[in-house]
């Protein structure tokens, strides 16, 4: 989800399950959504797309989930491993504003082993 | 395989003093962007190039100016640094204007004392 004030919204999950992880986003003409890892002292790092003209997209143990009725968008992360812990960051692009990224907050995935 | 590289990693500056962060990519990409990220903020964004000799203002251009003589770099200068621009600095390109993924370099963290 989005965070409130200066703390991240944080998951944490057991090494093997698998991660769910939410994003809310702000415009009905979004187009396009991205999703984005994090690591500390690292810029973000592109996992995986999504059109709005799909409501599904897989890709390596992550599939993204679109939905835009209620403008929700979901990152699923299989068999969840302590290299993906990170910061999650969901992003949109608004034709409305020419094309520019607008990101979430972000949500801290922390992986126990 | 180079992608974005950004220049220095770290930089310490007294409050005043005008500092010029680089970003240079390999790819020919025809849009860049700088981002600053503070906690509780998220990534925002200061400017953007859509070419060469062409810049635009994001959400929070004050105290900044960019210019891109070349493609492939695109530098941002803080004319008279203040302590609210302490920050991580992400520079990030793209190769279209629309539905394609930026791609971010690894960041410079700036301190202003």
């Known amino acids: 989800g989005e965070s409130v004030g200066l703390h991240l919204p944080t998951l944490s999950v057991q090494e093997g399950d698998n991660s769910i992880i939410n994003c809310a986003y702000s415009?009905?003409?979004?187009?396009?959504f991205i999703w984005y890892k994090q690591e500390s002292g690292k810029g973000p790092q592109f996992i995986i797309d999504?059109?709005?003209?799909?409501d599904k997209r897989q890709g390596q143990r992550v599939t993204v989930l679109l939905n835009k009725t209620v403008k929700h968008l979901s990152l699923q992360i299989a068999a969840t491993q302590p290299g993906d812990s990170a910061v999650y960051f969901c992003?949109?692009?608004?034709?409305?504003?020419?094309?520019?990224?607008?990101f979430g907050q972000g949500t801290e995935l922390s992986v126990k082993p | 395989d180079a992608g974005i590289t950004q220049s220095p990693r770290y930089k310490i500056t007294e409050t005043g003093r005008q500092v010029t962060l680089m970003c240079h990519q390999t790819?020919?990409?025809?849009?860049m962007f700088w981002y600053r990220q503070d906690l509780g903020h998220g990534l925002r964004l200061i400017y953007y190039?859509?070419?060469?000799?062409?810049?635009d203002k994001g959400e929070v251009p004050d105290g900044y100016v960019v210019s891109r003589s070349k493609t492939e770099n695109f530098p941002l200068t803080l004319e008279s640094a203040t302590r609210s621009q302490t920050s991580v600095y992400f520079c990030?390109?793209?190769?279209?204007?629309?539905?394609?993924?930026?791609?971010f370099g690894n960041g410079t963290r700036l301190t202003v004392t």
């Open positions: 990030a390109s793209r190769v279209g204007e629309r539905a394609s993924p930026l791609h």
């Open positions: 415009n009905s003409a979004s187009d396009y």
């Open positions: 999504i059109r709005s003209n799909m």
């Open positions: 992003a949109e692009n608004n034709n409305n504003q020419g094309g520019k990224l607008i």
């Open positions: 790819w020919s990409h025809s849009y």
């Open positions: 190039s859509a070419a060469a000799d062409i810049t």
